[in-house]
């Protein structure tokens, strides 16, 4: 079985540019999880999606962080414009109901 | 407000050590707690997952524990190995039907040969 795939793995942008993650979760889990984990910290939620609804998206910077998932399988992450606090890993993870979550390797981001 | 937090931050063991990993969170009202194992480049590979109601998992050489109404957890590793060495992550969750996790900060791990 394939796991969650994430693209790119490396993104390098100065401040103020926009940039894009993309997310494919495993075939058939219905719950999706963006995660931003910054050097040296546990990764924190940042949006959660339940199909392709929105379940939580408490601490998502919404003045420059936009996600969507379109047709509840891939979902993208998006930051216009970045800062330079932005730099971190981005991880994407995929649930089936009352499984765990299975992460994929992520994409490290850094804002110059 | 809900916190984790996990000691030592780093750890460095000569092979064939056992060694424990602590984690402490401040919320009691935990569903489940789960480890996680995380390498240079890679996401997060899931170790050990406790039910509240459960007291202690294991797999293979890894036991983990939890004592939820003094708000810890520890993960032991029996007779470590250099391909022990990663990042250990504590995660809680709340919350059976979202699942959120929250996460420590993590325990870097060296094993030396």
């Known amino acids: 079985e394939a796991g969650v795939a994430q693209s790119p793995r490396y993104k390098i942008i100065e401040k103020r540019q926009s940039v894009a993650f993309w997310c494919n979760p495993i075939?058939?889990?219905?719950?999706l999880y963006w995660y931003q984990q910054i050097l040296g910290q546990g990764p924190k939620l940042l949006i959660q999606?339940?199909?392709?609804?929105?379940?939580?998206d408490s601490q998502l910077p919404k003045d420059r962080f936009s996600a969507e998932r379109l047709k509840g399988v891939d979902s993208t992450l998006k930051i216009q414009p970045a800062k330079l606090e932005d730099s971190a890993v981005y991880l994407c993870a995929s649930r089936q109901v009352k499984d765990t979550q299975y992460f994929g390797p992520g994409t490290r981001l850094t804002v110059l | 407000k809900q916190e984790v937090t996990q000691i030592p931050a780093a750890l460095s063991v000569p092979e064939g050590e056992n060694l424990v990993l602590n984690c402490s969170f401040t919320?009691?009202?935990?569903?489940?707690l789960q480890w996680f194992r995380q390498d240079p480049g890679k996401g997060l590979t899931s170790l050990l997952l406790?039910?509240?109601?459960?007291r202690e998992q294991t797999s293979g050489r890894l036991n983990a524990s939890l004592d939820k109404s003094s708000g810890r957890s520890t993960l032991y590793i029996a007779a470590s190995q250099p391909g022990d060495s990663a990042t250990y992550l504590c995660?809680?969750?709340?919350?059976?039907?979202?699942?959120?996790?929250?996460f420590g900060t993590g325990t870097l791990l060296a094993v030396q040969p």
């Open positions: 999606f339940q199909n392709n609804g929105v379940v939580d």
């Open positions: 995660a809680v969750i709340y919350g059976g039907a979202t699942n959120k996790l929250i």
């Open positions: 406790i039910q509240s109601s459960q």
């Open positions: 919320d009691s009202a935990i569903y489940n």
């Open positions: 075939s058939g889990h219905a719950t």
